[in-house]
């Protein structure tokens, strides 16, 4: 039993790290873009986005926030966001996120609050993009880690 946590503690911290290196890489691209005089955020609201349109497509069908959650709560993305279920109902969905690796990666780069907080936005133009492929749903963020809460908060919703 105790490998089984050990292996799964370690999983959880090479997925992490993972994470984080694409952080830098993603703060490290903005500020090279903002050198070359182009706008790295209209630059990477579009990637984003686009990226965040196929991870949806990954996901299949979802009509519902139930279905939804079950496509992005992937035994891995939950163990790197330490994803918690709070109320998944036939027209809302509420999920939780206690960790966030891009959040740690900024600050071990010494970003600000407001860059923290502004990348974050940016980030989750892919989290919109996932929702953008399911057109009965919509997300909204009800509070973010970036914003000294401490978890993020995912609301998605029918439209009606």
Same mark, same amino acid.
């Given at each position: %039993? ?5 292996? =799964?503690?370690?999983?959880?911290e090479a997925?992490?790290?993972?994470? =984080?290196?694409r ?16 706008n ?8 984003i @986005?686009? @990226?965040g349109? %196929?991870?949806?497509q ?6 519902t926030?139930r279905? @939804? ?11 790197a966001?330490? %994803?918690?279920?709070i109320?998944? =109902?036939?027209?809302k ?10 959040c ?6 010494g970003?600000?609050?407001? =860059?923290i907080t502004?990348?974050?936005?940016l980030?989750?133009?892919?989290d ?9 749903l919509e997300?909204? @963020? ?19």
């Open positions: %039993m105790c490998n089984i946590h050990s292996d =799964q503690e370690e999983l959880t997925i992490r790290l993972a994470i =984080q290196d952080a830098t890489w993603f703060y490290l691209l903005l500020e090279e873009i903002k050198a070359s005089g182009a790295p955020d209209e630059i990477a609201e579009k990637a @986005f686009k @990226f349109q %196929m991870k949806g990954k996901i299949g069908t979802a009509t926030p279905e @939804f959650f079950d496509g992005i709560a992937t035994p891995n993305a939950s163990l966001f330490a %994803m918690e279920e109320d998944v =109902q036939a027209e969905g509420i999920y939780r996120f206690h960790h966030c690796a891009l740690e990666a900024w600050k071990k780069l970003c600000s609050q407001e =860059q502004h990348l974050c936005n980030a989750s133009c892919g919109y993009g996932v929702v953008s492929c399911f057109p009965d997300l909204a @963020f009800n509070g973010t880690i970036a914003e000294n809460k401490p978890y993020c908060e995912l609301q998605v919703t029918l439209k009606k």
